[in-house]
């Protein structure tokens, strides 16, 4: 009988390297090193090239196997390869893991058009929206039509350097590529092909899809050559699923990405409200408050995908808004500005070490989208934080500017 040929495996691209850009490939590189089966063991890590200290930060990582300027005292495994090569870092890889701050997305994917194979894969793990001219797009979407490839979401209440520490949390991925025309058959899993760490995924739903491909409609998505195992959910989960980063996969790419991108806008009203002393009971307010907005943010621009259900019951959701409202760099800074009187930028150029806070440009960025459609006050905590970065409005006004407004009949009563 005819044996079977070995599939073909899978190489793997990080594409960045800040805190959680580092954090991501050091998860990620654990797993191809856990399932020799699936991955190539190498993965690459594109590193935007700095200097530290009079050297290359891509030498220094890769002879001390730790990122010292992002992600210092973490060890990374040796087969995290810094590469300051984007278009050699993408080169031949089936999966492109993007993980840079969202500001940097466009260029960078200009950069690799032509580089990456035609057939691969994304998995965006950035937390914000692309607005251009009165349009809304996830980066999903956007490096999908920017590229050609299909590109599915990672986010969840993930504070990089408590995972780079290996405490235990969870994370939702949305994964949700187009039926491919004249796919070629993947091959079957099997006991024997099957990853452990994936077991407990719903293997019934992994040919189930729905029509968002982030593609262009013009061009096709690209079948997966038949050598390769099908990248799916289960591929998505042994990738990234290790046993202090629970993850579960969904296929709400709208909820995910939206989550974690509006969530930074709410942390920013919550940082301020602590920065003024006013208690728990007024940042559970904003929380409350600010995740209604994310949901209706979702449904009106996103609403024939989006499940309200992502942002109530996934990591993603408020998972995510609670734990950036806590610990979060962009409630952090918020807070130390109200404290200080200072602006968050001169918060951020002071205490971040390069780091780059996603809310302030998220808060920009999701105000003039509204503005454009007339709908500011619809969404008065997203409006009232962007007042207060424009120096419009003042954190005290937090409490008047989000109250609903009043109908005639209660304002007399
Ligand atoms: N850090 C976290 O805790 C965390 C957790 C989950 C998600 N995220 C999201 O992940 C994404 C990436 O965040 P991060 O924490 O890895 O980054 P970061 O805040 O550490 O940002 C710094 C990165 O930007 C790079 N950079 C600077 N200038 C650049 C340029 N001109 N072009 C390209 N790159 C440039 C730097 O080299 C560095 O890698 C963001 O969308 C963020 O919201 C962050
Ligand atoms: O530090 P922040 O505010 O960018 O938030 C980090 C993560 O997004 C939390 O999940």
């Not at 992002?70 to 810094?82: M, N, R, T």
């Not at 998505?236 to 699923?241: A, I, N, S, W, Y």
């Not at 940042?283 to 907005?293: D, H, P, S």
């Amino acid at each position: 009988m005819a044996s079977l040929a070995p599939f073909k495996k899978h190489k793997v691209t990080v594409v960045g390297s800040g805190n959680w850009g580092s954090t991501i490939a050091k998860v990620v590189a654990e797993n191809t090193a856990a399932h020799p089966d699936l991955f190539e063991k190498d993965v690459q890590m594109w590193v935007y090239e700095e200097e530290l200290d009079g050297k290359k930060l891509t030498e220094l990582i890769n002879e001390k196997h730790e990122n010292p300027k992002y992600l210092p005292g973490i060890s990374l495994p040796k087969h995290v390869i810094a590469n300051p090569s984007i278009e050699d870092a993408v080169k031949d890889s089936t999966i492109l893991v993007f993980n840079l701050p969202h500001q940097f997305i466009k260029n960078l994917c200009q950069q690799i058009q032509g580089s990456i194979l035609p057939y691969a894969r994304g998995i965006s793990c950035i937390k914000g929206v692309d607005v251009r001219e009165g349009e809304i797009r996830l980066f999903s979407e956007a490096i999908g039509k920017e590229l050609g490839i299909y590109c599915g979401a990672l986010s969840g209440a993930n504070i990089a350097n408590e995972v780079a520490q290996e405490k235990w949390c969870e994370t939702t991925i949305a994964y949700d590529p187009p039926p491919v025309d004249s796919q070629a058959p993947t091959p079957a899993r099997t006991p024997q092909n099957q990853s452990p760490s994936a077991s407990h995924v719903d293997l019934s739903k992994l040919d189930q899809h729905k029509d968002v491909s982030g593609l262009p409609s013009k061009i096709k998505l690209k079948p997966l050559p038949a050598e390769f195992h099908a990248i799916d959910h289960v591929t998505m989960q042994t990738l990234f699923h290790r046993p202090y980063f629970h993850v579960r996969v969904v296929d709400d790419v709208a909820g995910v990405s939206l989550g974690g991108a509006l969530k930074n806008i709410v942390a920013l009203a919550a940082g301020w409200v602590d920065g003024l002393g006013w208690g728990d009971n007024a940042k559970a307010a904003i929380m409350r408050v600010g995740l209604l907005e994310m949901v209706d943010f979702g449904k009106r621009f996103f609403g024939k995908t989006i499940q309200t259900k992502t942002f109530t019951e996934e990591s993603a959701g408020v998972a995510d808004l609670i734990t950036t409202c806590s610990g979060g760099r962009n409630h952090r800074c918020a807070k130390m500005s109200a404290v200080e009187g200072k602006s968050i930028a001169e918060i951020e150029e002071r205490e971040m070490n390069g780091q780059k806070l996603q809310g302030v440009s998220t808060a920009e960025e999701v105000n003039n989208f509204l503005k454009s459609k007339g709908l500011e006050d619809e969404f008065p905590l997203f409006t009232a934080v962007s007042k207060i970065l424009k120096g419009e409005a003042k954190y005290e006004d937090i409490p008047q500017l989000i109250e609903p407004k009043t109908t005639d009949a209660h304002a007399e009563a």
